[in-house]
């Protein structure tokens, strides 16, 4: 059963939120109670496969004691099944809120195009057809995401860090360097990122504008061509930017693990920490490194999308 469109309010005049996170709250509201205590519950449950997986070896494993493996292995898949129906029902109700906003604003965006038709220029009914068809969806996206995403995110890397810093604060402290540039290098990357996002977004209105124009000289051929290849310049420019950031974020992910098992290796030889802490460890910078991954993820949409938000406003 498919449940009915969130009802958003009206507010009573057609002026845009001042910001994106303003934007967030009109549509969604208080209705993000829900996907906001789903994620914190995410945080909470996120650190037990560590734990145990650390008993099972250490406690479980070492002694021979198989009744507590089997204990331990239930409780395990009892967490992962409460970790996977928890995320989950985030995730349907950050749909619920996106697809809720995307209608809303689809048909009040229609009203104000239709409202102001005729004193608009005619080549603007591209720019409309644009926002209303493509443009509003990564807005409307980016309400369900808005504030659940990053607590769960945060809360992950919280616990997860915290407990590797209470169990062995040496192995956490030496493999943590190599996640902490990744932190400084996101917003650097973005802003570069962002001004691409930009132009490139006044290049496709333009684009969508001057269509209607094409077959009407070789000037307006000329000028369509000259567009489509800036447009490609522009998008070649934002590849390489990129996937050059994600290279480089990939590489450090890649050498925390190595860390873990050369250090944590050598405190188990010298008798000064346990195997199962080593093996929890590594499946913990994996967790580490994921909510940083998804983190910078989502700052890069937040920044795109406040983007998109602003122009769309300035239409408007």
Same mark, same amino acid.
């Given at each position: 059963?498919?449940?009915?469109?969130?009802?958003?309010?009206?507010?009573?005049?057609?002026?845009?939120?001042?910001?994106?996170f303003?934007?967030?709250?009109?549509?969604?509201?208080?209705?993000?109670?829900?996907?906001?205590?789903?994620?914190?519950?995410i945080?909470?449950?996120?650190?037990?496969?560590?734990?145990?997986?650390?008993r099972?070896?250490?406690?479980?494993?070492?002694?021979?004691?198989?009744?507590?493996?089997?204990?331990?292995?239930?409780?395990?898949?009892?967490?992962?099944?409460?970790?996977? %129906?928890?995320?989950?029902?985030? &995730?349907l109700?950050?749909?619920? *809120?996106a /697809?809720?906003? =995307?209608? !809303?604003? #689809?048909?009040?965006?229609?009203?104000?195009?239709?409202?102001?038709?005729?004193?608009?220029?005619?080549?603007?009914?591209?720019?409309?057809?644009?926002?209303?068809?493509?443009?509003?969806?990564?807005?409307?996206?980016?309400?369900?995401?808005?504030?659940?995403?990053?607590?769960?995110?945060?809360?992950?890397?919280?616990?997860?860090?915290?407990?590797?810093?209470?169990?062995?604060?040496?192995?956490?402290?030496?493999?943590?360097?190599?996640?902490?540039?990744?932190? %400084?290098?996101?917003?650097?990357? &973005?802003?570069?990122?962002?001004? *691409?996002? /930009?132009?490139? =977004?006044? !290049?496709? #209105?333009?684009?969508?504008?001057?269509?209607?124009?094409?077959?009407?000289?070789?000037?307006?051929?000329g000028?369509?061509?000259?567009?489509?290849?800036?447009?490609?310049?522009?998008?070649?420019?934002?590849?390489?930017?990129?996937?050059?950031?994600?290279?480089?974020?990939?590489?450090?992910?890649?050498?925390?693990?190595?860390?873990?098992?050369?250090?944590?290796?050598?405190?188990?030889?010298?008798?000064?920490?346990?195997?199962?802490?080593?093996?929890?460890?590594?499946?913990?910078?994996?967790?580490?490194?994921?909510?940083?991954?998804? *983190?910078?993820?989502?700052?890069?949409?937040?920044?795109?999308?406040?983007?998109?938000?602003?122009?769309?406003?300035?239409?408007?």
């Amino acid at each position: 059963m498919i449940p009915d469109h969130k009802k958003i309010e009206k507010t009573g005049d057609d002026r845009p939120a001042k910001s994106l996170f303003g934007f967030v709250w009109r549509m969604s509201g208080w209705s993000q109670i829900w996907p906001v205590s789903l994620a914190l519950a995410i945080a909470a449950l996120s650190i037990a496969p560590l734990e145990l997986q650390r008993r099972i070896i250490d406690d479980g494993i070492k002694t021979g004691d198989v009744e507590l493996i089997y204990w331990l292995g239930g409780l395990y898949l009892a967490v992962i099944i409460l970790h996977g %129906l928890a995320k989950l029902l985030m &995730q349907l109700f950050q749909g619920w *809120l996106a /697809e809720s906003t =995307i209608l !809303y604003c #689809r048909r009040h965006l229609a009203k104000l195009h239709d409202k102001h038709h005729e004193t608009r220029r005619i080549e603007e009914n591209g720019t409309a057809v644009s926002i209303i068809r493509a443009e509003i969806e990564q807005v409307g996206n980016f309400v369900g995401i808005g504030l659940s995403e990053p607590i769960a995110q945060m809360g992950i890397l919280v616990t997860v860090l915290g407990y590797m810093l209470y169990v062995e604060p040496l192995i956490a402290l030496c493999s943590a360097i190599f996640l902490v540039p990744q932190i %400084l290098f996101a917003p650097i990357l &973005q802003r570069k990122l962002n001004a *691409l996002v /930009e132009e490139r =977004i006044g !290049y496709l #209105r333009e684009l969508t504008e001057n269509v209607p124009d094409y077959p009407d000289s070789d000037e307006a051929r000329g000028d369509f061509r000259k567009l489509t290849s800036v447009i490609y310049r522009n998008q070649m420019v934002f590849f390489i930017w990129k996937f050059s950031g994600k290279a480089a974020i990939n590489f450090m992910n890649a050498v925390a693990p190595i860390s873990v098992l050369v250090i944590g290796g050598i405190m188990v030889i010298q008798d000064q920490t346990e195997i199962g802490i080593v093996v929890a460890f590594i499946s913990g910078f994996s967790k580490l490194s994921d909510p940083i991954r998804e *983190l910078i993820t989502y700052y890069r949409d937040a920044a795109q999308t406040a983007v998109k938000h602003q122009m769309i406003a300035d239409w408007m």
